[in-house]
């Protein structure tokens, strides 16, 4: 099946720097969506991507669709602890009827 | 409460009993999922329903069966609950299959001893 990698798989920072993870297929997808997951909760939808290129923002995040379609970006800019918690990529593919595929997510800890 | 839930949200059973999970949602979506999470992965797809009476398997369903009798419910059963079954269970629901948002409940967490 479709494999999605993601990393880093953890990040420890400091409060106030910026932040970057990727996730990359050897498949092609046609939507890109990022989840943050709070300890306890269900993942919760952050931003979706549709296009190839497209960059979009959500508050002080950022994703990018990749150009080949095989890659997507997130940035937080200017972390807070709330900022905490475990960040998915998915991808969507046509050739897979619509379901989405998780990387295995980037456990994000946020130093005050 | 308007939303998704799932109960229970915690289950201890031991090995060879069957186990049942609920997920209820109030929204009228479509379609309902099931995932499974374990510790350290990403989820990945146990069964998915696009409406009242019509279920598919995802990528691990062996061992579960699922049903979708309401539109608004999607019950989970481990029929002879393993080891390997020891994870977090996620339900969710959309409107349309993926290309909208999936709504995830708060999860079940499932201890097979």
């Known amino acids: 099946g479709q494999q999605l990698n993601q990393s880093p798989q953890s990040m420890f920072i400091q409060e106030g720097e910026d932040v970057s993870m990727n996730c990359t297929s050897s498949s092609i997808f046609n939507t890109w969506l990022w989840y943050k997951q709070d300890p306890g909760e269900g993942p919760v939808l952050l931003i979706a991507l549709y296009k190839a290129g497209e960059l979009t923002s959500n508050g002080r995040l950022t994703a990018q669709f990749g150009i080949t379609r095989k890659d997507s970006f997130l940035n937080i800019s200017a972390s807070i602890p709330s900022d905490v918690g475990i960040y998915f990529c998915?991808?969507?593919?046509?050739?897979?009827?619509?379901?989405?595929?998780f990387g295995d997510g980037t456990t994000l800890t946020v130093k005050p | 409460d308007a939303g998704i839930t799932q109960s229970p949200r915690y289950k201890i059973t031991e090995t060879g009993r069957q186990v049942t999970l609920m997920c209820h949602q109030t929204?009228?979506?479509?379609?309902m999922f099931w995932y499974r999470q374990d510790l350290g992965h990403g989820l990945r797809l146990i069964y998915y329903?696009?409406?009242?009476?019509?279920?598919d398997k995802g990528e691990v369903s062996d061992g579960y069966v699922v049903s979708r009798s309401k539109t608004e419910n999607f019950p989970l059963t481990l029929e002879s609950a393993t080891r390997s079954q020891t994870s977090v269970y996620f339900c969710?629901?959309?409107?349309?299959?993926?290309?909208?948002?999936?709504?995830f409940g708060p999860g079940t967490r499932l201890l097979v001893l």
């Open positions: 929204w009228s979506h479509s379609y």
């Open positions: 329903s696009a409406a009242a009476d019509i279920t």
């Open positions: 998915a991808g969507q593919s046509n050739t897979n009827a619509g379901k989405s595929t």
């Open positions: 969710a629901s959309s409107e349309s299959q993926g290309w909208e948002t999936q709504y």
